[in-house]
């Protein structure tokens, strides 16, 4: 047979299916892939019985069913303020990690070259690679992992198209705030950027704090792409449904990627999101509080550990320490934790093109029941 060269000849598998492979392995509780053990609201999940049973089981439209899109219209004026055009402006996707790799596909061109803030999510890097991009990757370091802009603005050349964020930020948990959307703004604009905004997380903050969405800032909206996740909003990852908002001229490119990469996405699933979305639009706004019980149960239990930690700010995950434990490199340590404690976690140092020196840090997924968490942390606390 035919030898073909590897189009990603230094991609593996992702961490995540080996990490919840591991777990299955050693019946280790999992906390490392990014997934609720509980279900979404029952009224959501019966809603897509019921247009199963109505015979909505063909292709919905490539752009997603028109009364999925008015709620995610009318979702974006009311958390945003921001005017979305229900036609132009807005495609339902297979999943954000569809979205952002429709969107990469769209605009990167041989040799462009795409900044990418690590940690970062590790789809970016080969859709980048294969689209014939370049990526750029910038380190965010512990304790605060805050971008620094002028490191940022020294690394854009006259190749760079894209900066890729995330906020909330997986894995750190860090967000951004308004002066971070400015300095962005500022950057896109000096050197005519596109930005790529993955904001999945987007209800998953804490403190009372408010979400910095590209789509606040109005200048900024114009010249992005912003992509956000049903499953993680509604505990239904499992659901593969996103979408992604731009400015009419921007997502008629995307579209034309993503009408030859899905084309569409579960018709039952969207129709029942559209009407969860009209009865419900407060389920969004209970969501941050929703979440940081949690947080706050997992970290209070986890007190008694020799984990070290700082509150995460947002998403469903949280980082700690485990140098007073062991003093081994952070994959070694996500493996013994495994064999050891039967608890599954994250090394962040996968999330690095180059990690830092003496990187100690693994992220713990919190989106669990409570006794869920109560199991691992009484393993945990042993260590």
Avoid at 114 to 119: G, L, T, Y
Avoid at 286 to 305: G, T, V, W
């Amino acid at each position: 047979m035919r030898q073909f060269d590897s189009k990603l000849p230094s991609t593996g598998t992702t961490i995540f299916t080996q990490m919840s492979e591991l777990a299955a392995k050693h019946q280790a509780i999992n906390l490392s892939q990014g997934f609720p053990d509980f279900d979404g609201p029952s009224e959501l999940l019966n809603r897509v019985g019921h247009y199963i049973q109505q015979g909505a089981n063909q292709y919905a439209p490539m752009t997603g069913v028109p009364t999925l899109r008015q709620a995610i219209q009318s979702k974006l004026s009311r958390c945003y303020n921001h005017q979305a055009d229900v036609d132009t402006d807005i495609t339902v996707t297979s999943g954000a990690t569809e979205a952002l790799f429709a969107t990469i596909s769209a605009f990167v061109q041989q040799g462009d070259e795409v900044i990418v803030f690590d940690p970062a999510y590790d789809s970016y890097d080969p859709a980048i690679r294969l689209n014939g991009g370049i990526p750029v990757h910038l380190a965010l370091l512990p304790p605060s992992f805050a971008i620094d802009w002028q490191t940022v603005a020294n690394a854009v050349t006259e190749k760079t198209k894209i900066i890729i964020v995330n906020s909330p930020h997986n894995p750190t948990g860090t967000v951004f705030s308004s002066n971070d959307l400015d300095a962005l703004y500022e950057l896109a604009e000096q050197h005519d950027l596109l930005v790529l905004s993955d904001e999945v997380y987007e209800h998953i903050v804490f403190e009372g704090a408010e979400h910095q969405s590209v789509l606040r800032h109005k200048a900024l909206a114009k010249r992005s792409v912003v992509v956000s996740s049903f499953g993680k909003t509604y505990h239904t990852t499992g659901w593969k449904i996103g979408y992604c908002v731009a400015p009419a001229a921007l997502m008629a490119e995307v579209r034309k990627v993503h009408q030859y990469l899905t084309f569409s996405s579960s018709t039952p699933m969207q129709l029942a999101l559209a009407d969860y979305l009209a009865a419900h639009p407060e389920h969004d706004e209970i969501l941050p509080s929703f979440y940081q019980q949690k947080r706050d149960f997992f970290n209070k239990a986890m007190s008694d550990s020799r984990f070290t930690f700082t509150p995460s700010p947002g998403t469903y995950f949280q980082l700690m320490d485990y140098s007073a434990i062991q003093d081994i490199p952070d994959s070694e340590f996500a493996l013994w934790l495994i064999e050891t404690a039967g608890v599954a976690a994250i090394p962040i140092s996968v999330f690095y093109q180059t990690p830092p020196e003496d990187l100690r840090l693994v992220r713990f997924c919190f989106a669990k029941q409570t006794s869920t968490l109560s199991a691992a942390v009484k393993q945990l606390v042993t260590l």
